[in-house]
């Protein structure tokens, strides 16, 4: 498939994702659009040992392992972040109308764009072609060269980085948290799920090395088997 039919399809489903819920007015877009950030973060922290426990339990699953956990915490924590929203503010904000039309779309095209990325690095722990349906890898940065994947990506690494707070050198706190866990540390994530899916293009090698010369790879994701 030609990447400029995938980057078509992807502005399509962001625009109809912004106007489904800028329909919502600008109270109920602001809720979805946090509800998405919090369901993503949850998600993107907790479903590595989740997809673990899957895969060594439940071998026929191994393969899939990532992408299951991954939509499913993902979706599953949007609908209870969105019924916990829907149930303690249930009213409608009022507000002035520059403000309400301006809020509804920004919420709205943030939500849209956010739910979109998270989307896309699901899609990436599919155990499919390397290259997803001859358009999407590491380097693409769908739609349009933008990387929403890259982008939601490097937000969690810097929510999960920045979250708690530092001490110098000599601190006790410091020295015992140190080597907390900071989600994708080397930022290979998106070349790590690349090597783990198993076809490749007859003839050639589409695996990618590390990002850092001398670096070990990060441990392959926990569906797919790599290509040697």
């Known amino acids: 498939m030609p990447p400029w039919v995938v980057d078509l399809v992807i502005t399509v ?14 109270w109920g877009a602001a809720l979805m ?10 998600a993107f922290n907790f479903y590595e ?16 392992a990532d992408l299951i956990c991954l939509f499913f915490l993902f979706f599953l924590s949007l609908v209870i972040l969105r019924v916990a929203t829907d149930q303690l503010a249930p009213g409608i904000v009022r507000l002035p109308g520059p403000v309400y039309q301006i809020g509804r779309l920004v919420f709205a095209l943030g939500a849209a764009l956010m739910t979109t990325a998270i989307l896309l ?19 693409a940065g769908p739609p349009w ?13 810097f929510s999960t980085g920045n979250t708690f707070p530092t001490y110098d050198e000599s601190h006790p706190f410091d020295q015992e948290f140190k080597r907390a866990n900071v989600f994708d540390p080397k930022g290979s994530w998106l070349i790590d799920h690349q090597n783990a899916r198993p076809y490749q293009t007859e003839g050639q090698d589409d695996s990618v090395p590390p990002p850092e010369a001398g670096a070990a790879a990060a441990p392959p994701a926990a569906g797919a088997t790599p290509t040697p």
Not at 132 to 139: G, H, K, S
Request: charged share 15%; net charge neutral; hydrophobic share 55%.
């Open 49 to 64: 040992p989740l997809a673990r426990l899957l895969a060594e339990n439940a071998s026929a699953f191994a393969n899939w």
């Open 145 to 157: 060269g933008q990387g929403l994947d890259r982008k939601w990506l490097a937000f969690v690494q």
């Open 121 to 139: 690095c699901i899609f990436q722990t599919a155990p499919v072609h390397k290259k997803i349906l001859n358009a999407i890898d590491y380097q």
């Open 33 to 42: 659009f946090f509800d998405v950030m919090f369901a993503g973060l949850i």
């Open 13 to 26: 489903l962001i625009l109809g994702m912004t106007y489904a819920l800028s329909s919502e007015g600008a």
